[in-house]
């Protein structure tokens, strides 16, 4: 008689994500009761989210974690950005800003609407670094 043996796949996206966290902790040399500790939560939690097994955790937590693994900015924007792409959105504070600013919204709706190329994208954000360290430099002359 033939048996089957049936497996259950989590969300590909669940499974990226822990694996990205999990690597990221190890690397920081920290262990699941380290995090489980940070954030307050059970350890049977944390080694869900590393195995894909469970979502990524809240954003509350995921600015703990950062401090705690002493992350810097683009460390932490990139822990932010895979757990926002796990979970199928965009981190809360760039919802926030962009509902706030109506010209945040009018650009992003255009470089989706037009389908900006990621060179095009990369062109905009240099424009914008070297304006924004520009008036920075004008302001310590003021």
């Known amino acids: 008689m033939e048996q089957r ?75 932010m950005k895979e757990a926002a792409k796990s979970r199928d959105t965009i981190p809360r504070n760039m919802i926030n800003y962009i509902y706030q600013n109506e010209g945040a919204y009018n650009l992003l709706y255009l470089l989706c609407e037009e389908k900006a190329s990621k060179e095009q994208l990369k062109i905009l954000l240099e424009f914008y670094r070297d304006s924004y360290e520009n008036q920075l430099r004008e302001d310590k002359n003021v």
């Open 5 to 79: 043996v049936t497996l259950y796949i989590h969300d590909w996206s669940e499974i990226l994500f822990g694996k990205y966290f999990r690597e990221l902790r190890k690397r920081k040399n920290m262990t699941q009761n380290d995090i489980a500790e940070i954030i307050g939560k059970k350890k049977m939690l944390i080694s869900g989210v590393g195995l894909g097994k469970n979502g990524s955790f809240l954003e509350e937590d995921l600015l703990k974690i950062a401090h705690s693994m002493k992350l810097d900015e683009n460390e932490t924007r990139e822990l």
